[in-house]
Nanobody
Framework: VQLQASGGGLVQAGESLTLSCRDT????????VGWFRQGPGKERERVAA????????IYADFVKGRFTISRDNAVNMGFLQMNDLQPEDTAVYYC??????????????WGQGTLVTVSS
C-alpha cells in the first residue's frame, strides 16, 4: 500500500474541507485506514479510523459530529469530510493503513501529510 493524502488548505472557522487518501499500490481494501493529525507543538493524535469493510468507525471525541470518515475500495481511496472547522483543527493531517482498526500501533504505512490551516 502506498498512500497519498491531499485536500488540505486554508479555510476560515466554520468552513469545511474534504481530505482524500489515495492508494497507488492497489492493496487498499486489505487494510483499515486511519486519519491522524499533528498540530504545531503537539503530539500526533488519531482523528478517525475505518475498518476494511467500512462497517466499523472510530472517532476521537474532539471531532465527533463534525468529521466523517469514509472509504471507497473500488477506487482505492479514503476520505475525511471535515465540517465546522475551528482554529484548533489546524494541523498536518496524515492518512495511514493498518491491519487492526482500533490499534494505533498497527498503522505501519503512512502517506505524506496535507496541511490544514483554519483561521479565526
Amino acid at each position: 500500500v502506498q498512500l497519498q493524502a491531499s485536500g488540505g488548505g486554508l479555510v476560515q472557522a466554520g468552513e469545511s474541507l474534504t481530505l482524500s487518501c489515495r492508494d497507488t499500490g492497489n492493496t487498499f481494501s486489505l487494510y483499515a485506514v486511519g486519519w491522524f493529525r499533528q498540530g504545531p507543538g503537539k503530539e500526533r493524535e488519531r482523528v478517525a479510523a475505518i475498518s476494511r469493510s467500512g462497517n466499523n468507525l472510530i472517532y476521537a471525541d474532539f471531532v465527533k459530529g463534525r468529521f466523517t470518515i469514509s472509504r471507497d475500495n473500488a477506487v482505492n481511496m479514503g476520505f475525511l469530510q471535515m465540517n465546522d472547522l475551528q482554529p484548533e483543527d489546524t494541523a498536518v493531517y496524515y492518512c495511514a493503513a493498518g491491519l487492526i482498526t482500533h490499534s494505533i500501533e498497527s498503522y505501519k504505512f503512512w502517506g505524506q501529510g496535507t496541511l490544514v490551516t483554519v483561521s479565526s
